[in-house]
């Protein structure tokens, strides 16, 4: 995913382009055009040109933003996972959240970025992470682009919080066991955190060949 840019006229993403059929292919989508609204620090907000099957001209808005990664912090007893509960402005409570940030840093892999947020929101370091998948987090009307990682072999070190919800997030220890629960009772609402936890779950049960562990 590409980082705000200057307002003005801007090509579609690499992701859009890699998902759109080619031009004479008369069945689909396609996207022609793209203009800005609004550029922030971390984000842009975007109108977006697109033809449909039948020929059809028609604009969509558009935020384009960082990808992102999310951690799922896993304990030695394997059973337990670490999560941080955090304020969030934009809803105005502190969710009970798997530890996550945005590839913000030009260069930066994603495992990088991973070990980076455990360290910074959890004080911890990982011998091990394992990608467990990608998804998009909300693809009506964002481009983010999330990648989960399994953490183990942890080990206790110093937090280094970016930012102010950060220095006054509490670490929680949940046990796997419980997630479908606090998942139904609405103790677990934020997206990323369901769905790294599930995919946790899942790798545990049956460790998938295709993983890739780094560290």
């Given at each position: 995913?590409?980082?705000?840019?200057?307002?003005?006229?801007?090509?579609?993403?690499?992701?859009?382009?890699?998902?759109?059929?080619?031009?004479?292919?008369?069945?689909?989508?396609?996207q022609?055009?793209?203009?800005?609204?609004?550029s922030?620090?971390?984000?842009?907000?975007?109108v977006?040109t697109?033809?449909?099957?039948?020929?059809?001209t028609?604009?969509?808005?558009?935020?384009r933003t960082?990808?992102?990664?999310?951690?799922?912090?896993?304990?030695?007893?394997?059973?337990?996972?670490?999560?941080?509960?955090?304020?969030?402005?934009?809803?105005?409570?502190?969710?009970l959240?798997l530890?996550?940030?945005?590839?913000?840093?030009?260069?930066?892999p994603?495992?990088?970025?991973?070990?980076r947020?455990?360290?910074e929101?959890v004080?911890a370091?990982?011998?091990?992470?394992t990608?467990?998948?990608?998804?998009?987090?909300?693809?009506?009307?964002?481009?983010?682009l999330?990648t989960?990682?399994?953490?183990?072999?942890?080990k206790?070190?110093?937090?280094?919080?970016?930012?102010i919800?950060?220095?006054?997030?509490?670490?929680?220890?949940i046990?796997?066991?419980?997630?479908d629960?606090?998942?139904?009772?609405g103790?677990?609402?934020?997206a990323?955190?369901?769905?790294?936890?599930?995919?946790a779950?899942?790798?545990?049960?049956?460790?998938?060949?295709?993983?890739r562990?780094?560290?």
């Amino acid at each position: 995913m590409s980082p705000p840019e200057p307002d003005g006229e801007v090509p579609p993403t690499e992701l859009t382009r890699a998902a759109a059929p080619s031009l004479g292919d008369r069945s689909a989508f396609r996207q022609i055009g793209e203009r800005s609204r609004y550029s922030g620090e971390r984000l842009r907000v975007v109108v977006g040109t697109f033809v449909g099957p039948d020929g059809f001209t028609f604009e969509r808005e558009i935020v384009r933003t960082f990808a992102a990664v999310c951690v799922v912090p896993l304990e030695s007893d394997r059973e337990h996972v670490l999560l941080v509960r955090q304020y969030r402005g934009p809803v105005d409570q502190a969710l009970l959240e798997l530890p996550a940030g945005k590839l913000d840093v030009p260069g930066e892999p994603p495992e990088l970025c991973a070990a980076r947020e455990l360290a910074e929101e959890v004080g911890a370091t990982a011998e091990r992470l394992t990608q467990l998948g990608q998804f998009l987090n909300s693809p009506g009307y964002c481009d983010e682009l999330t990648t989960c990682f399994l953490a183990e072999g942890l080990k206790a070190g110093t937090r280094t919080a970016d930012g102010i919800e950060e220095e006054h997030l509490v670490v929680e220890r949940i046990s796997l066991s419980s997630v479908d629960e606090l998942i139904a009772t609405g103790d677990i609402a934020d997206a990323k955190t369901i769905v790294g936890l599930l995919l946790a779950r899942s790798f545990l049960e049956v460790p998938r060949p295709a993983s890739r562990p780094f560290g």
